[in-house]
């Protein structure tokens, strides 16, 4: 037997799945840890000692409440909260990311893609779940918020104010492999990373305050329990700040991933390609296209421009699907020209930009990217537009290429999406294992195929993200929003605060 040394706040999830596959788990404490780890390769992930029959991961969770191989993984906390009797237990509650919608039908030996979203929701109130939600609608809300301040930033810099504490280039924060690396190999970049909060906690701050306050529930009697294709989102959701209803009352209780799902629906008997199409509860259970993208890499890009677009253009974007910023290489980039209406806020300002340009190039000297202070916002064609770079990059091996590039000047863009894993979350480390090579890609085009499938593909025309928007948060970006749905970043990252 091989044996795993954890750190000892190693990830429940991740012991369980090494005790679950015959490892053997050794926790040692933080120092020797460190100790041995250090003398291993310094990437994150696994890493053979050599000449060692020993195997080593490289603690990468870092925030768990977890306190070793005793804890009680959070798979079986929240089925224990399930099995009890209902007039015992709390109101348990459920999410589902959009990536595991493709992958659990995996676990049941059929291709991605192939049970549907309805059978999903369906095994999971047969589990015994009493609200069923759907993680797109928190995607919607995170497209809503970032939308808006992405244009917040654009609009700055526009207005020749490019340093403040919102400056561009903009970098996506829904992916906590990427806030890892940014926190504590890159904390100069911290304010240039959206404040948003990822869909996960999004949706888990809204069932906490939003539907607590409309069906009456004490926060305190809700378990929410996440399923995600991600080892890391349980890290996300134990940092101590996510107690949106009030301290101590985590947005997010629990967090299960695909393939541990997968095991505890065929443990119960439940065949999930029988079943029959099950339904979302309401009211955040209603997601768009755009939300489903969220589950490859690419995806949040093209999701956030589809609404950005129109937010800045008033015009809906002419081409949906971007496939600039589609498929699997490491790095994909393109632009957008945006022209906004004449007499609008936007055209003022990008008129007055024209007038001030004439060589006056702004570059963000000594600050940590050399941006060039919005040198193309004005499209070339006279319409007087922005044109805005984009770039994605596909996997944290990119993403530091891509950095160092941008932090010597040797390209510039305005709006920048970063996924850890190769291929987005649907290549997460949560997923059924697979020795097909073509798996993610498979999984990709089964985002797609959804995404067209859509009846709703832009966040902005979700009926139940406007009643959010009415009724309880107030403006996008507006002062309940951000208290609800942004949050902060730690330079050195949670463990090296505490
Ligand atoms: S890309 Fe990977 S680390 Fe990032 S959210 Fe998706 S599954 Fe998690």
Redesign the pocket.
Same mark, same amino acid.
């Not at 992916?175 to 990427?178: A, L, N």
């Given at each position: 037997m091989q044996t795993i040394i954890a750190h000892s706040r190693f990830q429940t999830s991740r012991i369980d799945w090494a005790q679950q596959h015959h490892y053997m788990v050794a926790p040692i404490p933080c120092c020797d840890f460190r100790r041995r780890a250090s003398k291993l390769p310094s990437a994150p992930g696994r890493a053979e000692l050599a000449g060692n029959p020993t195997r080593v991961i490289v603690a990468a969770a870092a925030a768990s409440t977890a306190t070793g191989p005793v804890a009680v993984p959070h798979w079986k906390q929240a089925l224990n909260e399930l099995d009890k009797p209902k007039d015992e237990r709390k109101v348990m509650i459920c999410q589902v990311a959009p990536a595991v919608r493709v992958a659990i039908s995996e676990c049941f030996g059929l291709a991605p893609g192939t049970t549907t979203p309805g059978q999903l929701a369906e095994s999971l109130r047969r589990l015994g779940f009493d609200m069923v939600f759907d993680t797109l609608y928190g995607a919607d809300l995170t497209i809503m918020e970032e939308g808006t301040e992405l244009i917040h930033r654009l609009q700055s810099s526009l207005e020749a104010n490019p340093h403040n504490d919102e400056p561009l280039p903009m970098f996506t924060s829904c *992916? &906590? %492999?990427?806030i890892a690396l940014l926190e504590k190999s890159y904390p100069d970049l911290i304010p240039y990373v959206s404040s948003c909060k990822s869909p996960q906690m999004m949706l888990g701050a809204m069932v906490k305050t939003y539907l607590a306050e409309k069906r009456g529930i004490s926060p305190n009697d809700i378990c929410m329990v996440s399923i995600m &294709? *991600?080892v890391?989102?349980q890290g996300e959701a134990d940092r101590d700040w996510f107690c949106s209803s009030g301290a101590g009352v985590r947005d997010v209780d629990h967090v299960i991933t695909t393939a541990e799902l997968g095991s505890i629906l065929k443990e119960r008997n439940i065949n999930l390609p029988e079943l029959p199409e099950g339904n979302w509860d309401q009211p955040l259970g209603t997601g768009s296209g755009a939300g489903v993208m969220f589950g490859t890499t690419g995806g949040v890009m093209e999701a956030a421009l589809r609404t950005a677009y129109e937010l800045v253009t008033k015009q809906p974007l002419p081409r949906l699907n971007l496939s600039e910023v589609r498929g699997m290489d490491g790095i994909k980039e393109t632009e957008i020209k945006m022209v906004p209406p004449s007499g609008s806020k936007f055209a003022e300002l990008v008129a007055a930009r024209a007038v001030a340009k004439a060589g006056s190039e702004t570059t963000a000297n000594g600050s940590a990217i050399k941006w060039d202070g919005g040198a193309d916002f004005l499209s070339d064609d006279g319409a007087n537009g922005l044109t805005l770079r984009v770039a994605v990059a596909n996997g944290l091996g990119n993403a530091k290429k891509l950095l160092t590039k941008m932090q010597s000047g040797e390209c510039k863009y305005d709006f920048v999406e970063i996924?850890? *894993?190769p291929a %987005? *979350?649907v290549g %997460?480390g949560g997923q059924p294992r697979s020795t097909d090579k073509q798996i993610t890609t498979k999984r990709q085009q089964a985002i797609y195929n959804l995404d067209e499938r859509s009846a709703i593909r832009r966040s902005h025309e979700n009926p139940a993200i406007q009643t959010a928007y009415r009724d309880f948060l107030g403006e996008p970006n507006g002062p309940k929003a951000h208290e609800l749905l942004h949050t902060h970043y730690v330079p050195g990252g949670v463990e090296a605060a505490e």
């Open positions: *992916c &906590p %492999g990427w &294709p *991600c890391r989102k996924m850890a *894993c %987005g *979350c %997460g």
